[in-house]
């Protein structure tokens, strides 16, 4: 009875390095979105996925920032080239059905924390 | 696109009192679901209370409870008899599509 699970939860990156963050939704849950977290900050919406569909990717910065989430497996945020400003928290949050569903609720990771040398 | 505000980045309150954090939110939408969420240390976000904007009726989970003003967009948030616990920071969200956050509130619970 897993619930969101991200991976890793800590990652150290050098500026340049790549950075890849997985989401493992709750299981038969097929949205997931992603957030990032700045220190003393709200979480602020980055993309929203469907499997193997981006439906909302309005927060994400247009350059270095791409998600995925595949017909199998997890879902993958992954920054390029980063870059001390992409040190954050970043949190993965998973629904069962689209917008206002049944219930609405977002279940959330515990988060990924990113730190850029 | 939708907006939440909190306006207190800071509370505190004494154990077993009562404290309100306000929310308010823009959107042009009939039908969504507000939400407070709690932030611990821990970073763990764990879900408050849920508001269906078409229900009237107030949404209470033990002691926490809700003050939802539709006409007024407003979404206010009562924690009773408060507990060393509830110190955290707390986050109103709105959701239609995909849920958007406040900048949230800091509550501290003193002894």
């Known amino acids: 009875n897993a619930g969101v699970m991200q991976n890793p939860r800590h990652l150290v990156r050098r500026r340049g390095q790549e950075a890849r963050l997985r989401c493992s939704p709750v299981?038969?849950?097929?949205?997931v979105y992603w957030y990032r977290q700045l220190p003393e900050e709200g979480l602020k919406f980055m993309v929203y996925l469907q499997k193997e569909n981006i439906i909302d990717e309005s927060g994400m910065p247009k350059e270095r920032f791409s998600a995925e989430f595949p017909k199998e497996g997890p879902s993958i945020l992954r920054i390029q080239q980063v870059v001390r400003g992409d040190s954050a928290a970043y949190f993965c949050a998973s629904s069962p059905l689209y917008g206002t569903g049944s219930t609405g609720e977002l279940f959330f990771g515990e988060g990924s924390r990113l730190t850029v040398l | 696109a939708q907006t939440v505000t909190q306006s207190q980045p800071e509370m505190s309150v004494q154990e077993a009192e009562t404290v309100t954090l306000s929310c308010t939110y823009d959107t042009s939408e009939n039908n969504y679901y507000l939400f407070w969420y709690k932030q611990p240390p821990s970073r763990q976000m764990i879900l408050v209370i849920r508001q269906e904007a078409y229900k009237q009726q107030n949404a209470t989970e033990n002691r926490f409870s809700v003050n939802f003003q539709k006409a007024a967009k407003s979404f206010s948030l009562k924690i009773s008899d408060s507990q060393l616990g509830d110190t955290a920071m707390y986050f109103c969200?709105?959701?239609?599509?995909?849920?958007?956050f406040g900048a949230g509130t800091r509550l501290t619970v003193k002894p």
């Open positions: 299981k038969g849950h097929s949205h």
């Open positions: 969200a709105f959701m239609k599509v995909d849920m958007r």
